[in-house]
């Protein structure tokens, strides 16, 4: 496994499917020890950089933990896929966010949010294949729940 540093954003613009083993615990994050204390540090991320200093500043990145992937050789007309082997929680509840997101801007027809975020929650259709459109796909006991 070689290692390589990544953004968040970058894994979500690729045109790729992270999927999620059977082997890896079932989602457990919750409102108040994980939710609540994510959403915080994205509020005082997205603070910074509307701040009016954000242009003077060397404003920090921010680290989200490791994610660890495997890739798994495509098979026929599909994206790259990988396997998630550390980091599913995370990478779940971000996909979370950025679809309730899309969502939201799909309700309120703000067009260029809709793209840019349908762009990181969604690969487009290349077989017809309803699955290959999602970026991060759980494991089947967490699927009813995304």
């Known amino acids: 496994m070689n290692p390589h540093k990544v ?5 979500f613009t690729m045109q790729s499917r992270h999927l999620i083993p059977i082997f890896q615990r079932q989602y457990v994050w919750d409102e108040r020890d994980q939710w609540a204390p994510l959403w915080d540090d994205i509020t005082q991320k997205a603070q910074e950089l509307l701040s009016p200093q954000a242009g003077m500043l060397q404003l920090r990145k921010h680290f989200m933990g490791a994610v660890v992937l495997r890739a798994i050789p495509p098979s026929g007309l599909e994206y790259q896929a990988f ?4 980091g599913q929680q995370r990478l ?5 966010l950025l679809i309730a997101l899309r969502d939201y801007s799909k309700q309120r027809s703000l067009g260029p ?3 840019m975020l349908t762009g990181i929650t969604e690969n ?5 294949k309803e ?3 999602h970026k991060v796909v759980p494991t089947t ?6």
Do not use: K, N
């Open 83 to 86: 396997e998630v082997i550390d």
């Open 7 to 11: 953004t968040i954003a970058s894994l």
């Open 124 to 128: 487009p259709r290349l077989s017809g």
């Open 131 to 133: 699955y290959e459109q």
């Open 113 to 115: 949010s809709l793209a």
């Open 141 to 146: 006991r967490d699927r009813a729940d995304f």
């Open 92 to 96: 779940t509840t971000l996909q979370v």
